[in-house]
């Protein structure tokens, strides 16, 4: 089993930015490739970004593409999402989840409970 837990979000005014990450724990001796998905409300569950298990590869969203950046620290089992020039748009509960690579969410087994950004216009 892998539980994750993210950190980091909070109520930021638009154009700034925010740094939102997700620990892992359990079996970390497995490295898995990892991805954030995001939830606003009324709205499904989508995609954001996803990263490789080295962190060699990445590829995100149409919709944060130039703002937002997925990094990983394997040797802390960490992924982050730094978020730059946001929008209100961007206000949603934000989820990490490991054990796949791409934007399909049903091909992930773990999920974090989320962490909520807010934005202000």
């Known amino acids: 089993q892998v539980q994750l837990v993210e950190s980091g979000g909070g109520l930021v005014q638009a154009g700034g930015s925010l740094k939102v990450s997700c620990a892992a724990s359990?079996?970390?001796?497995?490295?898995?490739?990892m991805g954030w998905f995001r939830q606003a409300p009324g709205k499904e569950r989508e995609f954001v970004a996803t990263?490789?298990?080295?962190?060699?590869?990445?590829y995100y969203a149409e919709s944060v593409k130039g703002r937002f950046t997925i990094s990983r620290d394997n040797a802390k089992n960490t992924v982050f999402l730094q978020m730059n020039s946001l929008k209100p748009e961007d206000t949603a509960v934000y989820y990490c989840?490991?054990?796949?690579?791409?934007?399909?969410?049903?091909?992930?087994?773990?999920w974090g409970q989320g962490t909520q950004v807010t934005v202000s216009s």
């Open positions: 359990g079996r970390t001796s497995t490295t898995f490739p």
């Open positions: 990263i490789s298990s080295s962190g060699a590869l990445s």
């Open positions: 989840a490991a054990g796949a690579y791409g934007s399909v969410m049903k091909n992930y087994a773990y």
